[in-house]
């Protein structure tokens, strides 16, 4: 069964501390996997596509990578303003639906 | 430009009762996604449209829930027999096409009392 994992289910970091978000699938032929920010009472927010592995991408503090298991959301000195949950979503070759994953929490405290 | 809008912002229905919630996604976005999502879980999928015909409707979860694109621009999901169960945000998104990156709007908050 296609699945997606994220871990951890919540972070807490201080300003300035750099981490990373975890997204696991398991899925039989990966046609695309998503980055997704949700502040609370709204709708996700599009961040980054990833394709293939060894595809990174960048903006601004946040640097997505993707390997054949796995992806990591990298975050360099956050700022509380990057506080939000984090949804991995991926798109399967052989359907159109999409799967999220339940999202990391992330806090960053001044 | 204008996002994706959805209206009601929140709903607050009676058990037993019927609901539309109306989504209008950017112009010229052929796809379009219903999802529901509960408190502290990721968005799950109920069902894709491509122009006017649903695509994949797996994720309807049985056949009280239906949605419609009748111009393939927008849409209605409608929830027959309200349950106190399918109280959550329902949210919608448009993309180019399918497989591409999904812009959403902010959401339907429903409750069934």
């Known amino acids: 069964e296609d699945q997606v994992t994220q871990s951890p289910e919540a972070l807490r970091l201080q300003e300035g501390e750099s981490s990373s978000l975890n997204c696991s699938y398991t899925?039989?032929?990966?046609?695309?996997l998503f980055w997704y920010r949700q502040d609370p009472g709204k709708g996700p927010e599009f961040l980054f596509t990833?394709?293939?592995a060894g595809e990174e991408k960048e903006k601004e503090r946040l640097k997505a990578t993707l390997t054949k298991k796995e992806s990591f959301l990298h975050i360099t000195a956050p700022k509380p303003e990057d506080s939000a949950t984090y949804l991995c979503?991926?798109?399967?070759?052989?359907?159109?639906?999409?799967?999220f994953g339940p999202g990391t929490s992330l806090s960053v405290i001044p | 430009g204008a996002g994706v809008s959805q209206t009601p912002s929140n709903k607050v229905t009676e058990k037993g009762k019927y609901v539309e919630l109306r989504c209008d996604p950017i112009s010229g976005h052929t796809a379009l996604y219903w999802y529901r999502q509960s408190l502290g879980q990721g968005p799950e999928f109920l069902i894709y449209f491509q122009g006017t015909g649903a695509a994949d409707d797996s994720g309807l979860p049985n056949d009280r829930f239906f949605a419609v694109r009748p111009e393939g621009s927008v849409s209605t999901l409608k929830i027959q027999r309200t349950e106190r169960g399918d109280s959550a945000v329902y949210l919608c998104a448009s993309s180019t096409g399918p497989g591409r990156e999904q812009y959403f709007g902010p959401g339907t908050r429903l409750t069934v009392t």
């Open positions: 979503a991926l798109t399967q070759t052989s359907y159109d639906k999409v799967i």
């Open positions: 899925v039989s032929g990966l046609r695309g």
């Open positions: 990833l394709y293939s």
